[in-house]
C-alpha cells in the first residue's frame, strides 16, 4: 500500500551522493522566494514555518526542470506545487546507511532537518502492492542499525514503519508475526530515539481505524519511548479526522503528540470502487507541510508520502513509488494552495 522510492532512485549510492552535490546548488535562505530562482530549481521554505528539507533532486524537481525545458511553463508551475515542498525520504534497504548519511548531510548543508521514513519490518503489507520488507528479524535490525548509523548525530524526524501497527490489528498480518512485529518496532523505536537530534514517530494508522484498537499495540511497541505517531501517511482521510482520531488515541497513551501526513488529503478519502486507497481520482494535495499548525498536539503537517508517486499498478499507474506525472499534474490542479 504504500511506496518504496521509485525506479529513479535504485542506485541508491548515487543518490546520495548527487544529493551533497545538488545541496550546494540551491537557495538555503529563509525566504522561500521562488519569483528569483532560475527556472526548474527550488529553494528551502521558511525555517521557521517548516524546518524540513526540500529535496532539490527529487522527482517532482526534475519533472519541473523538464516541463520548462519543453516549455511548459504552465505545467511547471503545477509542479512546482509539489517540487516546492518537503517531502518524506524513504530509505531503500539495499543502502540504507549511505542513504540516511547522505540526506542528513544534505539536510544539514541547508540548515534544516531531514524528514525520513523508515519502511522495512518483514511481511510488509500483507502481499500488497509494496509487498517485501526484511527477510527475517536479523536482517531488520541489522537495517535499523545501519540507518541510525547513516543519521547519526544531525537532525532528523524519522516516520517508523507506515501501516505495520494497523495491519497487526485488521488481520491483515498473520497473527503467528504479531509478536515479532512489536519486538521489532520497539527495538527500533529504542535504537532511533537514542540518537541525540532524532525524533521518532511510530506510525498509527488512519482516520478509518479503530483507535481503541491501536492503545495496546503502540504501547507493546514502544510509544513511551517515542516522540509520538504519525497518522494518514499515504492516506486521504482528511486533517480535520485525522485530527480527531489521533486525539482519541493520544488520550490513552499518555498524551503523546502526533504528526498527520496532508500530502494529498486536499479532497478528502475517495469512497467508489475496490482499493479506494490506491491512486483514486479526483483527489488533492492538502495542507502544505508546516510546524505551525495551531494545535499542542498536533507536531506538524508533513508530506510524508511523494504526492506525483503511484502507490501501485491500479487505475493505470506505474508500480509502487514510481514518479506518475499525469496523476502529479491533477493533484496540482485540484490543489486549493
Keep these: 500500500m504504500y511506496e518504496r522510492r521509485g525506479a529513479g532512485a535504485r542506485a541508491s549510492v548515487a543518490v546520495a551522493g548527487a544529493v551533497l552535490l545538488l545541496a550546494g546548488c540551491f537557495s538555503s535562505g529563509d525566504d522561500g522566494n521562488e519569483a528569483n530562482e532560475p527556472a526548474g530549481e527550488v529553494s528551502q521554505q521558511p525555517k521557521g514555518d517548516d524546518p524540513f528539507w526540500v529535496n532539490p533532486d527529487g522527482n517532482a524537481a526534475e519533472q519541473v526542470s523538464t516541463f520548462t525545458e519543453e516549455g511548459k511553463k504552465k505545467e511547471a508551475e503545477l509542479i512546482r506545487k509539489i517540487a516546492a515542498q518537503p517531502t518524506g525520504q524513504w530509505v531503500t534497504p539495499e543502502s540504507a546507511e549511505d542513504e540516511a548519511r547522505g540526506f542528513t ?12 521514513v523508515v519502511y522495512n519490518i518483514p511481511h510488509r503489507d500483507c502481499g500488497q502492492f509494496s509487498q517485501g520488507g526484511a527477510a527475517d528479524g536479523n536482517a531488520y535490525r541489522e537495517f535499523i542499525d545501519q540507518v541510525a548509523s547513516g543519521i547519526g548525530d544531525r537532525n532528523a524526524t524519522v516516520i517508523l514503519e507506515p501501516d505495520a501497527l494497523l495491519h497487526v490489528v485488521d488481520g491483515c498480518t498473520a497473527e503467528e508475526f504479531h509478536q515479532e512485529r512489536l519486538d521489532l518496532l520497539k527495538g527500533a523505536v529504542e535504537k532511533l530515539s537514542s540518537l541525540e537530534n532524532t525524533k521518532v514517530y511510530l ?37 480535520e479526522d485525522s485530527t480527531q482520531y489521533g486525539k482519541e488515541l493520544s488520550a490513552k497513551i499518555g498524551n503523546k503528540p502526533f504528526v498527520i501526513d496532508t500530502s494529498r488529503n486536499g479532497n478528502g ?65 485540484a490543489s486549493r494552495q
Design 269 to 333: 478519502p475517495y469512497t467508489e470502487g475496490e482499493d479506494p486507497w490506491c491512486n483514486p481520482p479526483g483527489r488533492a494535495l492538502g495542507e502544505e507541510p508546516t510546524t505551525k499548525t495551531g494545535d499542542d498536539l498536533v507536531d506538524a503537517y508533513l508530506w510524508v508520502k511523494r504526492p506525483g508517486e503511484s502507490d501501485g499498478t491500479c487505475r493505470g499507474g506505474p508500480k509502487a513509488g514510481e514518479w506518475w506525472p499525469e496523476y502529479a499534474l491533477n493533484l496540482a490542479k
Design 105 to 116: 548531510e544534505a539536510a544539514e548543508k541547508a540548515d534544516r532537518d531531514a524528514l525520513l
Design 203 to 239: 506510525d498509527a494508522g488512519n482516520a478509518g481505524s479503530n483507535p481503541s484498537d491501536l492503545y495496546d499495540p503502540l504501547k507493546r511497541a514502544g510509544i513511551d519511548q517515542a516522540d509520538g505517531f504519525s497518522v494518514n501517511v499515504s492516506n486521504f482521510y482528511t486533517t
